[in-house]
C-alpha cells in the first residue's frame, strides 16, 4: 500500500501564494508521473499539472505561468507553488501519483492524496 500525505493549503487573499506538498511512503519501487489536480464546488476534477520522473511539465491554460510543479525523487515528494492566486483556483487540490510497488512488477498504480483546500478570497 502506498501512502499519501498533502499539506500546505489555506486560506490567501487574492494576489498571494502558497506551496502544497505532497509525500509518497509505502511499497514503492519507483513513481512515474505526478500530478495535482483539482476539484470547486459544482465542478468536475481537473489536472492542474504534471510532472515526469525526468522533469518534464504540463500544465492547465489557466495557471501557465503562475503555478510551478516540481518534485523530489529522493523523497517521493511533489510540489505545487502557486503564485499570483485567483479566486477562482479556489478549490480542494489532490495529489496523484503513479506508483511502480516493485521491481518485478508490471504495472503502475495510481494513488490520490485525501485533498486540501485552498481558499482565495479577500
Known amino acids: 500500500q502506498v501512502q499519501l500525505v498533502e499539506s500546505g493549503g489555506g486560506l490567501v487573499q487574492p494576489g498571494g501564494s502558497l506551496r502544497l506538498s505532497c509525500a509518497a511512503s509505502?511499497?514503492?519501487?519507483?513513481?512515474?508521473?505526478m500530478g495535482w489536480y483539482r476539484q470547486a464546488p459544482g465542478k468536475q476534477r481537473e489536472l492542474v499539472a504534471r510532472?515526469?520522473?525526468?522533469?518534464?511539465?504540463n500544465y492547465a491554460d489557466s495557471v501557465k505561468g503562475r503555478f510551478t510543479i516540481s518534485r523530489d525523487n529522493a523523497k517521493n515528494t511533489v510540489y505545487l507553488q502557486m503564485n499570483s492566486l485567483k479566486p477562482e483556483d479556489t478549490a480542494v487540490y489532490y495529489c496523484?501519483?503513479?506508483?511502480?510497488?516493485?521491481?518485478?512488477?508490471?504495472?503502475?498504480?495510481?494513488?490520490w492524496g485525501q485533498g486540501t483546500q485552498v481558499t482565495v478570497s479577500s
Open positions: 496523484n501519483t503513479a506508483v511502480v510497488p516493485s521491481i518485478v512488477s508490471r504495472y503502475e498504480y495510481s494513488y
Open positions: 509505502g511499497s514503492i519501487f519507483s513513481i512515474n508521473a
Open positions: 510532472i515526469t520522473p525526468g522533469g518534464s511539465t
